[in-house]
């Protein structure tokens, strides 16, 4: 595997489910990050994590629990979520803080569907 | 507040016929400028970064271009696989955050 990947790639779930999604990163990289895509809509940073701590959390309802156990790994937490939280969830990586801009790499991302 | 605007919302083109995609800007410290392409159902994929005004980067069909309030994303003779979503997103300051813009919609007929 390269890059950055994401499982699953499609998951519906009921309102009282509970369910994760799962992210890792075969770059090297120290940062990770979680994204929302909705549609028409840019997308959203949800958390950032950096050497495996939380360095970001955008206001995100506490449904969504980020997890990230090492540098290479980052799963999202999901519990009674709402239908409005149906979106395509995208995960990324980056260097980690260098001081200059730095490109995140993203993953295929997770379509959810809360029904 | 720092604000990431692109446009056209949409743009269809004709096989070969060249255009510009335009970012225009508003952060305190601007850290890099970031396109991506992205295609239905995909995760965004990396083109460019720019980090000062002036800066230009080229990569087969696509030139992007930074001042200190705008980019724009050159397309020279495009083909129907240039067609996607190209977002254009900015860092600034120290934090971790990107802000995106809502993309611009190609669509390349041949």
């Known amino acids: 595997e390269t890059g950055v990947t994401q499982t699953p790639r499609h998951l519906v779930m009921g309102m009282t489910n509970k369910k994760s999604l799962k992210c890792e990163q075969h770059l090297g990289h120290n940062a990770m990050y979680w994204y929302k895509q909705s549609a028409k809509k840019p997308l959203e940073l949800m958390f950032v994590y950096n050497f495996k701590e939380q360095t970001e959390n955008n206001s995100v309802p506490s449904r969504f629990s980020p997890e990230c156990p090492n540098s290479s790994h980052l799963f999202l937490h999901l519990h009674t979520l709402q239908p409005e939280d149906s979106a395509l969830y995208l995960c990324a990586s980056s260097q980690g803080l260098t001081g200059q801009g730095e490109t995140q790499y993203f993953g295929p991302g997770t379509r959810l569907l809360v029904l | 507040e720092d604000q990431v605007t692109q446009s056209p919302e949409a743009l269809r083109l004709q096989e070969g016929e060249s255009s510009s995609l335009n970012c225009s800007y508003t952060?305190?410290?601007?850290?890099?400028l970031f396109w991506y392409r992205q295609d239905p159902g995909k995760g965004p994929e990396f083109l460019f970064t720019l980090y000062s005004a002036g800066e230009e980067k080229e990569k087969e069909r696509l030139k992007a271009t930074l001042t200190k309030k705008e980019s724009f994303l050159h397309i020279t003779a495009p083909k129907p696989e240039d067609s996607a979503t190209y977002l254009c997103a900015v860092q600034e300051g120290y934090t971790d955050k990107l802000i995106f813009g809502t993309g611009t919609r190609l669509q390349v007929f041949p």
């Open positions: 952060v305190s410290g601007l850290r890099g």
